[in-house]
């Protein structure tokens, strides 16, 4: 079969001991192609332009608490929300929380942090003045699998603030180009007008 065999009716395969059409090719070459885009009914391909069924399915994660939930913000810091655990891969992160920073608290900083690395912030929100403020953190994160996405909250200090309806939401995304995602983003330690952000082993997450 050297050459073109044109065909006036369906051609017809079948093996009753097997596969019934086997096609190999050099590496790099396609061993099939086609002349049309038409709806090839049946077909069951285990790739598509290189990634399986698990790579291209939607995938994300969230978490919120309930409405009028109201989360204690102190200096030492508090996960206010967090995702379950999340696919190996990359994530669009956005963040929120409405915070009632209490007079005498200087601040209240919001961070988006890796579960498996509560003590370094991968984006950070938050105001430096008294009184109901809102607190928004977005960026993109490479996630290792079974890790989580928690918000932190902190205080400059131990006055009363707190966060309430606060969310976290993740959804992964399968191309991207621009800026590379953050890998080890910056330490929370001193990061925010001096303070003392919670570190992995200081902090459990809350189940």
Known sequence: MAKATPETAAATLSN???????????AGVAPLTVSRKALVTNLNAQYLSGFTFDQLAVQGGDGFTRPNTFTPIDGDGEEVASTGHLSPGTYYVTATAMLDIAPGDSDVICSVVRGSNVGVALSQGGESREGLVQAAETTAIAVTAGDTLQEWCQSGGFN???????????????????????????SRKG???????????AHQPRR
């Open 16 to 26: 009753t001991k097997g596969t019934p059409l086997k096609l190999s090719a050099p």
């Open 160 to 186: 009363g603030s707190d966060a309430a309806n606060a969310g976290i939401t993740a959804i992964r995304v399968l191309f991207f180009s621009g800026t590379p995602p953050a890998l080890t983003g910056t």
């Open 191 to 201: 990061s925010q007008r001096g303070l003392a952000l919670p570190t992995a082993h």
